[in-house]
């Protein structure tokens, strides 16, 4: 199956000048190594606060407001909250897998380490009140997957330290979205993270006919330059991004981990993965935006998940460096989190895209889902002296090139 992909940059802003574009972006000291990991790392607490402070009580429930688009297909309530945490500790798991230290940041993120572990505790305790649904409806099925990869994410500091009765309720939840039927599409891939995670708990209780089902098919739907099919069609959107390449990586790197070769199709899958984070980058125009383009655009940020993975494994391609990544990112969050509306009073996410526009959701959109958001942070899982947060400023793709500066021409792989 071949499919020509034609992309069009067209970020051009009326109300923003040559000189706009121009200013390289080192001038501005928002964005050198210190301040702009700062802002990462306080950008990442701003999201979390509310849903870990709220579920390690036991009050996510009762304190999470349950804003739906206005197409909601119900009210939500019965999935939302599993929504919520899953995606929220994915996003932040390899932050957290870092430990804590002495330092101002390490010693945060213990305090969200400790609340990280005490929600696990209450969202898998079935005689809590905050216990999630894992099986009513088929979105638990995605947020238990959300859950799974979090755990693979950061076994040393969310797995490791729980106590055996709450492995053992984990595990049990986990197993218990099993009898979700996942959809014909990126949805195989909800049940192979699963059973990924269970893999590295529970090795012997792992289904592996899942997990080799949902890697081959989407090795069958690859389309070519970087992306898969959603199934075995196209879909011009960012779930290249928010589910299909991050988790086939995750997984094939569970089975390696666990003395299942998978070398081979991991360095393929990986090569395709480094090509897409190359196609994310250049999306990035020179203001910070991005083209908003398929589903779930109250994702947000969330799009780049797969950019801040390959850059967190430190495998960007040789003509993107570290810094101007780093940079880019940084004007997506900032343009995105300080839009007027994002947050509530009591500072929970609302539905949107650039501040509240609940019309931009669709029927499975709810307060939970927008906490995918947190995706964009997986690049906080580098330490501080890592290239990455050291080097100097940089202006990204876009930017070069609408300020005339040379960059390198691109071309299919």
């Known amino acids: 199956m071949q499919i020509t992909l034609i992309c069009f940059f067209c ?23 210190g301040p702009s990991r700062d802002y990462y790392v306080q950008t990442l607490v701003r999201i979390a606060d509310p849903v870990l402070t709220a579920l390690s009580t036991n009050e996510l429930k009762k304190l999470m407001p349950v804003e739906k688009s206005p197409g909601a297909w119900d009210d939500r309530t019965h999935v939302t909250y599993l929504e919520a945490f899953g995606r929220l500790l994915s996003g932040m798991a390899p932050w957290l897998e870092l430990g804590p230290d002495g330092s101002k940041e390490g010693l945060l993120r213990e305090k969200y380490i400790l609340l990280a572990r005490q929600s696990i505790d209450n969202a898998t305790n079935p005689e809590s009140p905050d216990f999630m649904n894992f099986t009513e409806d088929a979105q638990p099925l995605v947020d238990a997957a959300f859950l799974a990869q979090a755990l693979i994410r950061a076994p040393e500091q969310l797995w490791e330290p729980l106590d055996a009765r709450t492995k053992a309720n984990v595990l049990t939840a986990l197993k218990s979205s099993r009898k979700i039927n996942p959809y014909y599409s990126n949805w195989l891939l909800f049940t192979a993270m699963v059973e990924a995670a269970i893999l590295k708990f529970d090795s012997g209780a792992a289904d592996m006919v899942r997990i080799y089902y949902a890697l081959n098919k989407h090795m069958e739907w690859y389309l070519g330059d970087g992306m898969y099919g959603d199934g075995a069609e196209f879909h011009w959107d960012y779930y290249n991004s928010f ?41 990035i125009s020179p203001e910070g935006t991005y083209p908003p383009i398929g589903r779930s655009l109250a994702y947000r940020f969330g799009a780049f998940q797969l950019l801040s993975q390959v850059a967190l494994w430190q495998e960007l391609p040789e003509n993107i460096s570290p810094a101007q990544v780093r940079s880019a990112l940084y004007a997506v969050i900032k343009n995105q989190a300080e839009a007027p509306g994002t947050f509530d009073e009591n500072g929970w996410l609302r539905i949107g895209l650039y501040g509240h526009q609940p019309n931009i959701g669709e029927g499975y959109i709810s307060t939970g889902s927008l906490y995918l958001c947190s995706e964009v942070f997986l690049v906080l899982g580098l330490p501080e002296n890592a290239s990455f947060w050291t080097d100097p400023a940089e202006d990204w793709t876009q930017k070069k090139i609408w300020s005339g500066t040379p960059i390198p021409i691109d071309h299919a792989r």
């Open 11 to 33: 970020f051009c802003s009326a109300g923003l000048s040559n000189h706009a574009f121009s200013q390289n972006i080192i001038e501005h000291a928002e964005y050198a190594p």
């Open 243 to 283: 589910v299909i390449q991050p988790m086939m990586l995750d997984i094939l790197r569970t089975m390696n981990d666990a003395d299942i070769n998978k070398e081979e199709e991991f360095k393929k899958v990986l090569g395709r993965a480094r090509r897409y984070a190359e196609i994310q980058e250049r999306l």
